[in-house]
């Protein structure tokens, strides 16, 4: 990627075929699409790349039981095709970036022959519309097996469990090797700048976008003949910037999680909690080297703060432990995210949980704006290929094929699974740190070792216990646009999911060295410590948990 004030200056002087705004997993693919099919696109956002809801789902890649359940019992149909769709994008998923994901299989536990035929029948199903794209069977673990491979179960009542094939990856980089492979084919790109209006030519079409540049507070105008709105949660605001009085599509569901030590509960496996107090489904998933527990489902509107709160955090802890011997508790915790489901409203009343996980493309004929609104992470794929299919007939181009599908991702090239061995032979870094880059980069991860070749210091971790080394921290500034130390600790790195007593440790570290590559004052580097310990300890203090505060750590 160009560096932000290279792609600002070009960006504005250059006159685009598309521009989309939004940079989460549905602007990325969509801009990733129409730049590999010849469209010259520009990618405009408002915060960081992946800031909103694209870092904050449950990491899976998956066609959904519980909706499968619900085409079933429900008569839907179109649940089931989204379904199937889901199921073949996950095998897409999948192959174009496997440094990023992996199959995963899940266990649902049973606690009558009832629940086994039940789990065992829709499974199967599960694994028929999965058709060629199947990962693996799912099959029954008897009690025994169930207890080895889980020995935290409650055992009086079960019966057995139900394992079942997924797919899982790293949402926030998933999001960021999409643009990494946009901006290598051509594309532009720019975060930190917010669409806030639009001008329309004498027909009323949209052909410039008026955008404010977070970092600067300056304006730039944006020229593009079509404008794709990729903006998820926000889609409403953008509909409305372009269409004043515009009927609202979207409600929102905000959805947590929390995340603990992996050992806690003492298995590798993932478990599916199938019934929760409120109807739907949890997940404890072993994910990047912590359990991974959620999620909430709770309408909200636009002005809810996307944070965990203690109520949410104990929601979760105890629909869980009703599952385990050994009942986990809140101090367990070390870190949590939530995030808002964009969900394209049906008209009928029914609760955000039941609303289908479909999406649509919306012309606006009046302005010209084409809205993505609803879908997963999991289809972004084909969201962005049927969105991209109604740019080119906007701008009536000859069709050109949509090549995604097998259009792998930067970082692919060369890698495989023990691609981290060759990191441990060739740079002398730590398996930990290796498996981690491997994990994160792909082959890409040479490049950001690369950057230690001369200066042996940016080998160096982060902090102590986790694989991340310095050098992460230059190439997300020169490479990947980072421009804050939440940029680096949460999307770029991981590190604040991991822990965020750790990511508050990492701060100063971080800071002294975005200070050096970005130019920063003193003050301004002492100013971006201290905020984001601040911003950490809130989020230890909401959930109720004792936050190391801002004693030792903040600086000055
Ligand atoms: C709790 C939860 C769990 C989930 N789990 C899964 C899962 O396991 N698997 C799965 O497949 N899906 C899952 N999802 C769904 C999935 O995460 C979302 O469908 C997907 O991330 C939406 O991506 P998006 O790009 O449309 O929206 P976002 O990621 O929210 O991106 C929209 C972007 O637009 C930007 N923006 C807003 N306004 C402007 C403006 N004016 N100018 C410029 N930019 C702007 C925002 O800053 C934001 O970055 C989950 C969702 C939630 C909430």
Same mark, same amino acid.
């Given at each position: 990627m160009k560096s932000r004030s290279v792609a600002l200056n070009g960006i504005e002087k250059d006159s685009f075929d598309l521009c989309v705004i939004g940079g989460g997993a549905t602007g990325a693919g969509c801009a990733l699409d129409a730049q590999l099919r010849g469209l010259r696109t520009v990618l405009i956002e408002?915060?960081?790349?992946?800031?909103?809801t694209s870092s904050s789902s449950t990491k899976l890649i998956h066609g959904g039981v519980r909706y499968l359940e619900q085409a079933v019992s429900e008569r839907d149909l179109g649940q089931y095709h989204v379904v199937k769709r889901a199921l073949r994008e996950r095998k897409i998923m999948l192959d174009n970036a496997p440094f990023l994901a992996n199959p995963l299989e899940l266990m649902v536990p049973c606690f009558s022959r009832r629940e086994i035929y039940y789990f065992r029948i829709g499974m199967k199903l599960y694994d028929w519309i999965s058709?060629?794209?199947?990962l693996f069977q799912s099959r029954h673990l008897s009690r025994e097996e169930s207890l080895r491979r889980?020995?935290?179960? @409650?055992?009086?009542?079960l019966v057995g469990t139900i394992a079942y094939a997924d797919g899982q990856f790293d949402d926030a980089r998933y999001n960021l090797a999409l643009l990494q492979t946009f901006t290598k084919s051509g594309g532009e790109a720019l975060n930190h700048?917010?669409?806030v209006g639009f001008k329309k030519n004498g027909k009323g079409q949209l052909v410039q976008a008026r955008v404010?540049?977070? #970092?600067?507070?300056d304006y730039l105008q944006i020229r593009a003949r079509v404008f794709i709105n990729?903006?998820?949660?926000?889609?409403d605001g953008i509909r409305e910037l372009a269409k004043p009085g515009v009927r609202r599509r979207l409600r929102l569901s905000k959805g947590s999680h929390i995340l603990l030590p992996v050992d806690a509960v003492t298995s590798n496996d993932a478990l599916l909690v199938? @019934?929760?107090?409120?109807?739907r489904v949890i997940f404890a998933i072993p994910w990047l080297g912590r359990l991974l527990v959620g999620t909430t489902d709770e309408e909200i509107t636009?002005?809810?703060?996307m944070v965990v709160k203690e109520e949410e955090a104990e929601y979760l802890l105890k629909q869980l432990n009703r599952y385990l011997v050994r009942p986990l508790n809140k101090?367990?915790?070390v870190s949590g995210f939530a995030g808002m489901r964009p969900l394209v409203a049906s008209?009928?009343?029914?609760?955000t949980k039941e609303l289908i996980r479909d999406h649509e493309v919306e012309v606006?004929?009046?302005?010209g704006l084409i809205s993505v609104l609803g879908g997963k992470w999991t289809t972004y794929r084909a969201m962005a290929q049927d969105a991209i299919d109604t740019v080119m007939q906007r701008l009536a181009m000859p069709a050109v094929p949509c090549i995604t599908s097998n259009h792998r991702l930067a970082g692919?090239?060369?890698?495989?699974?023990?691609?981290w061995a060759e990191l441990v032979r060739e740079y002398g870094v730590s398996k930990e740190t290796a498996w981690h880059l491997s994990h994160k980069f792909g082959t890409t991860a040479i490049e950001v070792l690369d950057l230690? @070749?001369?200066?042996? #210091?940016?080998?160096?971790?982060?902090?102590?216990?986790?694989?991340?080394?310095?050098a992460e921290v230059v190439y997300g500034v020169r490479e990947e646009m980072a421009t804050s130390i939440e940029d680096i600790l949460a999307r770029r790195t991981g590190l604040q999911f991991f822990s965020w007593e750790q990511a508050r440790a990492a701060a100063p570290a971080v800071g002294a060295i975005m200070a050096h590559e970005l130019g920063w004052s003193p003050v301004q580097q002492k100013d971006a410590v201290n905020g984001y310990i601040s911003k950490i300890d809130r989020l230890m203090d909401l959930i109720g948990l004792a936050s190391p505060g801002s004693r030792s750590l903040s600086v000055g």
């Open positions: 408002a915060g960081d790349f992946a800031c909103a058709g060629p794209n199947m889980m020995p935290m179960l @409650k055992s009086d009542r700048a917010r669409v404010h540049d977070g #970092l600067s507070g990729a903006t998820g949660p926000f889609a199938p @019934k929760t107090d409120d109807g636009l002005q809810d703060e101090n367990q915790i008209g009928n009343p029914r609760g606006d004929s009046s302005s692919f090239d060369g890698w495989r699974p023990n691609f230690a @070749k001369d200066t042996p #210091l940016l080998k160096e971790p982060i902090v102590e216990g986790f694989g991340s080394v310095l």
